[in-house]
């Protein structure tokens, strides 16, 4: 069984910073594409980061320059660091990773129980 653990949502006034944390445990063989997905009250859940093993990132247009995603492989963590925070960024954060529980199997996505990030005008 996995489980994606996150922490470090809560209340911040605009312009303030919060940094997401989350980690991956469990029978995990490999751990592919990690990030951040997140989702507003009456609207979709979105993209906001995700980060390749190698590094790779890629960012929704709206955060760029804000917001930073970093993963520490041997961990099997991923961060995301919110700086600048906007109102228009409170919204339910989900951790996101693509996994493979053994040599043998197909990927699947992985989704974290989301945590609430307000931001304040």
């Known amino acids: 069984q996995v489980q994606l653990v996150e922490s470090g949502g809560g209340l911040v006034q605009a312009g303030g910073s919060l940094r997401l944390s989350c980690a991956a445990s469990?029978?995990?063989?490999?751990?592919?594409?990690m990030g951040w997905y997140r989702q507003a009250p009456g609207k979709q859940r979105e993209l906001v980061a995700v980060?390749?093993?190698?590094?790779?990132?890629t960012y929704a247009d709206s955060v760029k320059g804000r917001f930073t995603i970093s993963r520490d492989n041997d961990k099997n963590t991923v961060v995301l660091q919110m700086n600048s925070l906007k109102p228009e960024d409170t919204a339910v954060y989900y951790c996101?990773?693509?996994?493979?529980?053994?040599?043998?199997?197909?990927?699947?996505?992985?989704w974290g129980q989301g945590t609430q990030v307000t931001v304040s005008s």
């Open positions: 469990g029978s995990i063989f490999s751990v592919y594409l």
């Open positions: 996101y990773a693509d996994i493979k529980l053994r040599a043998y199997v197909r990927r699947r996505d992985y």
């Open positions: 980060i390749t093993v190698d590094g790779s990132t």
